[in-house]
């Protein structure tokens, strides 16, 4: 109960199976991270960001939270896209959603979660913001997912707002950020067409000069 043997097992056979391809992965591996891509997504363990992409380790630099949320006060988020930027100098922050999320039908039931709720005010925001397009469609279903994809393009926004961001574009550095969707019933990524890549393309209200 302790030790979770299991998984240490299939550890193990991960590790081998990878060295039977490439002896000298791991060495190699640990001697740099050079990913290109930030990838910022959904907590949920269904959603894992290098297999959808079928990316090795090393190639893709995640931070992952409740809903994929970019929110101005949270350091912890704020500090990986600092990192990702300025250090690993990555060309495309990802910001990658999913239909069918729990932190979005959650934040539209209007029940009392506990904690979360705080974290939920978020996309809560977000709903109020679009409320007369999400309530013209009837099937609840496809009201949740419309506000999955709304709150990838509003986190993509809230991601080229960052002070970190937009002194990148100043500067010089070739950074895209990129809205995604995923669909955990077939497994297919969806471009919402959101992709912004220098300051001219953010409005003039959130632009720092």
Not at 35 to 52: F, H, K, M, Q, T
Not at 103 to 121: E, P, S
Request: one cysteine or more; aromatic letters at 8%; proline letters at 2%.
């Amino acid at each position: 109960m302790r030790v979770l043997k299991e998984l240490f097992e299939k550890n193990k056979k991960w590790a081998d199976k990878v060295k039977a391809k490439n002896p000298d992965f791991f060495t190699n591996l640990s001697k740099q991270q050079n990913p290109e891509y930030l990838w910022i997504g959904c907590s949920d363990s269904r959603v894992p960001a290098n297999e959808i992409v079928d990316m090795l380790p090393g190639e893709i630099f995640v931070h992952r939270n409740i809903a994929n949320l970019v929110v101005h006060t949270d350091l912890n988020c704020l500090s990986v896209i600092q990192y990702a930027v300025e250090v690993l100098k990555v060309k495309h922050i990802i910001v990658c959603g999913h239909y069918g999320c729990g932190g979005i039908k959650a934040a539209m039931d209007n029940k009392d979660h506990g904690l979360i709720d705080n974290w939920l005010r978020n996309i809560s925001d977000i709903h109020r913001y679009y409320r007369e397009h999400i309530d013209s469609l009837k099937d609840d279903n496809e009201k949740i997912n419309l506000l999955c994809e709304l709150n990838v393009i509003e986190q993509v926004a809230n991601v080229c707002h960052t002070t970190i961001v937009q002194n990148a574009w100043r500067s010089g550095q070739k950074l895209a950020v990129h809205g995604w969707i995923y669909s955990i019933e077939d497994g297919i990524l969806k471009d919402l067409n959101v992709c912004t890549t220098n300051l001219d393309e953010i409005s003039q209200t959130h632009r720092i000069k």
